[in-house]
């Protein structure tokens, strides 16, 4: 089983500022890696994947980008509805479907 | 627009048994792979199970198989999950996700239904 670690675990940031999320796969999962956004009490929603494909409706400010193990999600500058948990899943190797631990963007 | 509403949730004693459903529409059913994903209270994601897109292939996460079976009825546009011999840490919102194709990109996801398991 591929193992997602996520960094870091919070962020605080203020609106403007720019977000950088990390992903780490425990082996190689090419360009096969997913980004999710969940806000409280909504479902997961897909921004990204194949490490950098925006999904369909996803602002610019929004991007991906690695290859094999070590991946990165970058808000270039946080609106307020950004504030949120951000999940990377791996979808090279499976079954099974593996997600990180989340990396939460909060309001400094 | 993709539609999947989730229902059957509910609160089940420990060794008991419960059946979700996700109800479809807005898509072609029976084009795509379907999943189900479960986040226990203040937890990350965890993926339950997938089946493809004519019912022939079921996967299941280690901790779920042999408890949880993946159905779909592609005449209803429905996806289900059997869940028995519940327990106490299966006590999670759970949602099903329509598959890109069957790449495991999921790429829209129901609202979740809360399943309680407890005494």
């Known amino acids: 089983e591929i193992v997602l670690t996520q960094s870091p675990a919070t962020l605080s940031l203020s609106p403007g500022e720019r977000a950088t999320l990390s992903c780490r796969a425990s082996q190689s999962v090419s360009s096969y890696l997913a980004w999710y956004q969940q806000k409280p009490g909504q479902a997961p929603r897909l921004l990204i994947y194949h490490a950098s494909n925006r999904a369909t409706g996803i602002p610019a400010r929004f991007s991906g980008s690695g290859s094999g193990t070590d991946f990165t999600l970058t808000i270039s500058s946080l609106e307020p509805e950004d504030f949120a948990v951000y999940y990377c899943q791996q979808c090279n190797n499976w079954p099974p479907v593996t997600f990180g631990g989340g990396t939460k963007v909060e309001i400094k | 627009q993709v539609q999947l509403v989730e229902s059957g949730g509910g609160v089940v004693q420990p060794g008991r048994s419960l059946r979700l459903s996700c109800a479809a529409s807005g898509f072609t059913f029976n084009n795509y792979g379907m999943h189900w994903v479960r986040q226990a209270p203040g937890k990350g994601l965890e993926w339950v199970a997938v089946i493809s897109y004519d019912g022939t292939n079921k996967y299941y996460a280690d901790s779920m198989k042999g408890r949880f079976t993946i159905s779909r009825d592609n005449s209803k546009n429905t996806l289900y999950l059997q869940m028995n011999s519940l327990r106490a840490e299966d006590t999670a919102v759970y949602y099903c996700?329509?598959?890109?194709?069957?790449?495991?990109?999921?790429?829209?996801w129901g609202q979740g239904t809360l399943v309680t398991v407890s005494s």
């Open positions: 996700a329509k598959d890109d194709t069957y790449t495991a990109i999921l790429n829209y």
